[in-house]
């Protein structure tokens, strides 16, 4: 359940970002609601794959750059994500789309931090509250 509740909220950042910038999409989806929920879902599935694995390996071997830069090269970090999300992407049917590096992939990347950490303060918060003891 954990799973699928982080699938939906990375399709809803992605969502979010391509909502809100021109220069991300998703490509191969048709034009209904329910196969653009299904396209981002599986972004948001590829995205969590990528999070999961190659994140945790790139940030440890740029921790040296990340402190002289007091944490900012995370949003570069977050950028390269989302392009190596796109890339993944084009091998299947429905693709995931950033134009470009400086002004879509890290605007993009600030924007997914942001809403999935809105999100998660929503969704994650209520549900572990009564935990707390």
């Given amino acids: 359940m954990r799973i699928l509740l982080a699938i939906l909220l990375n399709a809803c950042a992605l969502g979010a970002a391509a909502f809100l910038l021109p220069g ?15 396209a981002y879902l599986f972004v948001g599935a590829v995205f ?4 999961a694995i190659i994140k945790p390996v790139l940030s440890l071997l740029a921790l040296p750059i990340t402190c002289l830069t007091l944490g900012l090269f995370t949003v570069v970090i977050n950028a ?20 470009s590096f400086f ?8 924007i ?5 950490a809105v999100l998660n303060w929503f969704v ?8 707390e003891r």
């Fill in 103 to 110: 002004w879509d992939a890290v605007l993009g990347a600030i």
């Fill in 124 to 131: 994650v918060s209520p549900a572990t509250a009564g935990r």
């Fill in 48 to 51: 969590g794959v990528v999070n």
């Fill in 80 to 99: 390269a994500m989302l392009l190596l999300t796109g890339w993944l992407t084009s091998f299947t049917p429905v693709h995931f789309v950033v134009d």
């Fill in 24 to 38: 991300i999409g998703v490509d191969g989806a048709g034009r209904g609601a329910g196969e653009l929920l299904l």
């Fill in 112 to 116: 997914v931090s942001v809403v999935s």
